[in-house]
């Protein structure tokens, strides 16, 4: 299992965690409640990237006016040792998405310690980049 240091999660954790931090995020905006994700969820590589696949698909599929009212509600966390209620765009703007750069970071890291050959616009989306 590929990790940073002994007491970080390993690489599949951590797109697991970025995941759920945006689709599980419309999903708890939708139930008002979000917890983390289970540690027992264990993929393989191609696992991983089917997960990535349907996660696109789904954010994809959200309507902008789905989203918009979305986005008028609250949404309480439960965590291990605490919860934290939120509005919708707390949630998303001061939990979800620095949570999800977070793992998504993390698991950069430790594909490049490990050796892949990917650099900065990897990670930003070279895409949209004209090279």
């Known amino acids: 299992m590929y990790r940073m240091y002994e007491d970080m999660e390993p690489f599949h954790f951590q797109i697991v965690c970025m995941m759920h931090q945006c ?7 939708r139930k008002g409640a979000f917890s983390p994700p289970s540690r027992d969820i264990v993929y393989d590589f ?3 990237q089917g997960l990535v696949r349907e996660g696109i698909k789904k954010i994809n599929s959200l309507s902008i006016n789905e989203f918009l009212s979305l986005t008028k ?7 291990k040792s605490f919860s934290e209620n939120f509005s919708a765009a707390d949630f998303l ?3 979800a998405l620095p ?3 977070f793992h998504a970071a993390t698991a950069y890291d ?3 310690i490990n050796g892949v050959p990917i650099g900065k616009l990897d990670f930003l989306g070279k895409m949209r980049f004209k090279q």
């Open 99 to 101: 949570n999800f750069y």
């Open 73 to 79: 509600g609250g949404v309480k966390f439960e965590g």
């Open 46 to 48: 191609d696992g991983l």
């Open 23 to 29: 689709v599980g995020a419309i999903d708890g905006l």
């Open 110 to 112: 430790i594909l490049r």
């Open 93 to 95: 703007l001061t939990f």
